[in-house]
Each structure stands twice: as structure tokens, then as C-alpha cells.
């Protein structure tokens, strides 16, 4: 049973602070992982993605993965209230479904 | 198509009635998966396709789901005799499958189905 697990949250940051989402999952297999923002009501929206240990940087966020550890994250620098929403982290293995964790609901609070 | 497209963007149906939900993905992305997110909740696998390959059926909750795909092209989800469980927006997402990682998965608007 491949398990991708997030905390629920809510995370609540104040304007211009660092948000810092974390995921964790179970399949040693996983080569793919991703992040999406969600807003209410909304699909998911890609943010990011990373294939390879190390952090990967792209304007306010940056991705960061621990393939030992079994470990990706996200980080937000100089949140905005306009980056509240639900996060998603997805991991993938190959030829195979991708697999999501629950979320965490991100506050950032003007 | 630019995007995942799916219709109908939004369906009431009466409990017991069968739903038909169509996804168009993206020219040529070769891969497409069906989630289930009920109100609240996150994304529930459902199906997933590849090439020409036998679908991972493994999400199905049950034997009144069942999802077709022509070629590497439309994808219909059909849910029997529907249920008040069902109720929740049904999404569909596409991606190339490459052998190497690096296949970005984008998701349609959903379809959101409400059972009365």
C-alpha cells in the first residue's frame, strides 16, 4: 500500500514569513514527486516538481527531497495571503498511478 | 486542446440513476487518471490509463464504476445506478509517460456530480 502522509493543518504563517509544508511516503520506489495548490472549489495546480535529491529552487518556492529519508517538502519565502490554500504533495513510481497525500491547509494572515 | 477538458462541468442526477463524465486530455499526453475528491476530502484514486497498456482498475470503490478510453484519446467514467456517496467532483488528469521521470500531470476543471 503505497501512503503518501501530510500534516492536516491548518498552518497559519503571518504575511512575509516562510511557509514550510512536509510530506512523507512509504513506496522506496517513488521517482517522481510534485506539488499542487489547491484553493477552494478549484482542481489542483502544479507548483512544482523534483526528481533528484537536493532542493529545487523556482521564485518564492523552493522544493526539497530526501530520497533516504523517504522526505520531500515545500517551502514558501515571503508568504502571501494570496498563497492560502490546501497543499498536495504526490509522489510517483514509474509506470504507475500517481498517489496523493491528504493536504495541509495553508494560512497566511495579512 | 490546450488544457484537460471535462464536461459536464457540473451534473445532478437522481439516486439511482447512471452518469456518464467525459475527459479530453491534452493532445497527445499518452497517460490519464480519474480521481475522486468528495467535499472536504483529498484526492481519491480511481483509474489510470496508459498507452495501450491493461488499466490499473485498483481505485474502483465498487463494481457500479467502470471507465473506458479510446486509444490515447477521450475517457468516459460512467457510475451505475448512482448513490448519495457519490456525490463529489470527479477529476481527470493527463501526462506524457516517458521512460524517464519528467512527466508533468495536469488536471482538468472536474465534474462536479451531485446524487439527490
Known amino acids: 500500500q503505497k501512503e503518501v502522509e501530510q500534516n492536516s493543518g491548518p498552518l497559519s504563517v503571518p504575511e512575509g514569513a516562510i511557509a514550510s509544508l512536509n510530506c512523507t511516503y512509504s513506496?522506496?520506489?517513488?521517482?517522481?514527486f510534485f506539488w499542487y495548490r489547491q484553493y477552494s472549489g478549484k482542481s489542483p495546480e502544479l507548483i512544482m516538481f523534483?526528481?533528484?535529491?537536493g532542493d529545487k529552487e523556482d521564485g518564492r518556492f523552493t522544493a526539497q527531497l530526501n530520497k533516504a529519508s523517504q522526505y520531500v517538502s515545500l517551502l514558501i519565502r515571503d508568504s502571501q495571503p494570496s498563497d492560502s490554500a490546501t497543499y498536495l504533495c504526490?509522489?510517483?513510481?514509474?509506470?504507475?498511478?500517481?498517489?496523493f497525500g491528504k493536504g495541509t491547509m495553508l494560512l497566511v494572515s495579512p | 486542446g490546450a488544457g484537460v477538458s471535462q464536461s459536464p462541468s457540473n451534473k445532478v442526477t437522481e439516486k439511482g440513476k447512471d452518469v456518464e463524465l467525459r475527459c479530453d486530455p491534452i493532445?497527445?499526453?499518452?497517460?490519464l487518471y480519474w480521481y475522486r475528491q468528495r467535499l472536504g476530502q483529498g484526492l481519491e484514486f480511481l483509474i489510470y490509463?496508459?498507452?495501450?497498456?491493461?488499466?490499473?482498475k485498483s481505485g474502483l470503490p465498487s463494481d457500479r464504476f467502470s471507465a473506458e478510453r479510446t486509444g490515447e484519446s477521450v475517457s468516459t467514467l460512467t457510475i451505475q445506478r448512482t448513490q448519495q456517496e457519490d456525490s463529489a467532483v470527479y477529476l481527470c488528469?493527463?501526462?506524457?509517460?516517458?521512460?524517464?521521470?519528467?512527466?508533468?500531470?495536469?488536471f482538468g476543471e472536474g465534474s462536479w456530480l451531485t446524487v439527490v
Open positions: 488528469a493527463s501526462s506524457l509517460e516517458l521512460q524517464s521521470s519528467g512527466n508533468t500531470i495536469y
Open positions: 513506496d522506496r520506489g517513488s521517482q517522481s
Open positions: 523534483i526528481y533528484s535529491n
Open positions: 504526490a509522489v510517483k513510481a514509474g509506470y504507475s498511478t500517481l498517489t
Open positions: 493532445s497527445g499526453h499518452t497517460a
Open positions: 490509463f496508459q498507452g495501450n497498456s491493461a488499466p490499473d
